[in-house]
């Protein structure tokens, strides 16, 4: 009888049945959704590392250019010139690019021109063609087209006959021009 009558003090008794719960530690539901949080913060921790180490790295944006209408009619375009960081044990990224970004969408070419790039070092003898650019679109080019790269490196944006200057340096006006300047160090 005395055995019984301890038994039946120690077991558990249904809720509801006028006893007090444990404290919230001492709770299995506590425990379980505990963990099931440590679990999804492991996987979203691991896949983000993971993730990062399988993209290649973010280019680094070396000098900007913002080019200007030399009539006074604000700025029209800018260029970055970026270069791939370097990457432990590997020496420099794989070259970098120069990209040609618009800043106003309702700039109109006239037909029968075109929009040139143009770039001059301090020092060149002379400007050098980057190519033909559509109004209205970013263009993008390895740095390896560009001469050597360099601060206060002029930048224009000339209007050209079709198919672009015939004489391997501006003819038509200048529509926008500006310098590149170093960011960061």
């Known amino acids: 009888d005395r055995l ?5 003090a120690l077991a ?3 809720a509801g049945s006028g ?19 440590a679990v999804a913060a492991v996987l979203v921790l691991g896949s983000s590392v993971a993730l990062r180490q399988a993209l290649p790295p973010a280019p680094e944006i070396r000098y900007v250019a913002v080019l200007q209408d030399p009539r006074g009619g604000g700025n029209g375009w800018v260029v970055e010139m970026t270069a791939a960081r370097e990457l432990p ?22 037909a029968d021109r075109v929009l040139q790039f143009w770039t001059k070092a301090p020092d060149a003898a002379g ?42 340096r501006p003819t038509g006006p200048v529509l926008y021009i500006g310098r590149a300047v170093p960011l960061g160090t």
């Open 4 to 8: 019984e009558s301890r038994l039946v």
């Open 12 to 14: 558990p008794r249904p």
């Open 19 to 37: 006893s007090a719960q444990p404290p919230w530690w001492q709770r299995l539901g506590f425990w379980q959704g505990l963990s099931g949080v």
């Open 89 to 110: 044990g590997q020496g420099q990224g794989q070259g970098g690019e120069l990209r040609l970004v618009p800043l106003r969408a309702d700039f109109q070419v006239p």
């Open 127 to 168: 400007p050098s063609s980057l190519g033909l650019v559509s109004a209205g679109r970013v263009t993008s080019l390895p740095l390896q087209r560009l001469p050597a790269l360099k601060t206060d490196q002029l930048f224009e944006i000339t209007l050209e006959p079709p198919g672009g200057s015939p004489i391997g």
